[in-house]
């Protein structure tokens, strides 16, 4: 049996990938009448779900900060007499700067940091027969209970476009919507729980790392979808 679907299982979701901000200083509008800058919201999206706070500088630029979170359990699978468990948790911080091409707008260009978004664990148990790990033929007991994680960078640049500000003349509500990309390569590791005594079985789950490590460096980006809404003070 190989150990390969694992790998592909953690590499899948890392490429395919399955906010509140406080407030300040309003501006007087026409007629004097106050305009917001500030608001705070809620937003779900591949980022988990969250909320953000927004604060507009000057007509034409805001920051957004932001926490956002979720976690799913990947159900028991079989697939090569493996036997898959595993979990999958998203968890990040914002910091954002939205440029407004027309002052006081709702269309933004963003950039800014984003904290580790995702990281998934995956544990298999044989179910019978023999691991393949490189190509060489392992018994179960000798390689016990695999586990395999892949995670981003602690730490991503961001950059994207979007639809939502927080300046209004009368304040409520409205509907954001964000969609960028986070720069950074997801790492994986593959561990056995009976290769502490067994220089060849690390030496084969080192190459296995490697080898699907490749295939995850060709997407070097985490895609960010979210949309949801504000209420602007």
Do not use: C, W
């Amino acid at each position: 049996m190989s150990i390969r679907p694992a790998l592909m299982v953690i590499t899948g979701v890392l490429l395919a990938g399955p906010q509140f901000t406080v407030a300040a200083q309003g501006s007087t509008g026409q007629g004097g009448q106050r305009s917001s800058d500030a608001a705070i919201g809620v937003r779900a999206g591949l980022l988990g779900i969250g909320g953000e706070v927004s604060k507009l500088l000057t007509s034409h630029v805001g920051v957004r900060v932001g926490v956002n979170t979720f976690s799913a359990t990947l159900n028991a699978k079989e697939q090569s007499n493996i036997t898959y468990n595993g979990k999958v948790k998203l968890q990040s911080f914002t910091a954002l700067l939205d440029l407004y091409p027309s002052p006081r707008g709702s269309f933004h260009l963003t950039g800014g940091l984003i904290t580790r978004p995702l990281k998934v664990t995956l544990t298999g148990v044989p179910t019978g027969g023999t691991f393949d790990i490189n190509s060489h033929p392992y018994t179960a007991a000798a390689v016990g209970t695999l586990t395999g994680t892949g995670e981003y960078g602690s730490a991503m640049p961001y950059v994207g476009i979007g639809v939502g500000t927080a300046a209004s003349k009368h304040g409520g509500l409205a509907f954001v919507f964000d969609l960028g990309t986070a720069i950074g390569k997801p790492t994986i590791s593959l561990t056995a729980s009976g290769a502490a005594n067994n220089a060849q079985l690390q030496s084969d789950l080192a190459a296995q790392i490697a080898s699907t490590q490749k295939d995850l460096d060709k997407v070097p980006v985490y895609p960010v979808l979210s949309i949801g809404l504000m209420y602007r003070f």
